[in-house]
């Protein structure tokens, strides 16, 4: 089993940045994907960013520009630097982990809220 711990998580102002960290432990032969979801209040969880072990990153239409997501392989790592942050990234933040045999994991999520 795979534990995901997230933080970086906060209140921003518009147009201001944060970035989020989650690490990885517990039983990792390696992560195949890791990447980040988000639910606003009332919403369906969508997906932010993932990423592959080789570093092809996959982005959301909706942050596209503004965010980017990285991973340290060797220290089961990745990363959200969330840049230009809009009213609309309120959200709970989750991160993601995907092995090899397509089981994921969730981190148990951290909130970001951007003020207007």
């Known amino acids: 089993q795979v534990q995901l711990v997230e933080s970086g998580g906060g209140l921003v102002q518009a147009g201001g940045s944060l970035r989020l960290s989650c690490a990885a432990s517990?039983?990792?032969?390696?992560?195949?994907?890791m990447g980040w979801y988000r639910q606003a209040p009332g919403k369906q969880r969508e997906l932010v960013a993932v990423?592959?072990?080789?570093?092809?990153?996959t982005y959301a239409d909706s942050v596209k520009g503004r965010f980017t997501i990285s991973r340290d392989n060797a220290k089961n790592t990745v990363y959200l630097e969330m840049n230009s942050l809009k009213p609309e990234d309120t959200a709970v933040y989750y991160c993601?982990?995907?092995?090899?045999?397509?089981?994921?994991?969730w981190g148990q999520g951290t909130q970001v809220t951007v003020s207007s």
């Open positions: 517990g039983n990792i032969v390696s992560l195949k994907t």
């Open positions: 990423i592959v072990s080789g570093g092809r990153a």
């Open positions: 993601t982990a995907d092995d090899w045999v397509g089981f994921r994991s």
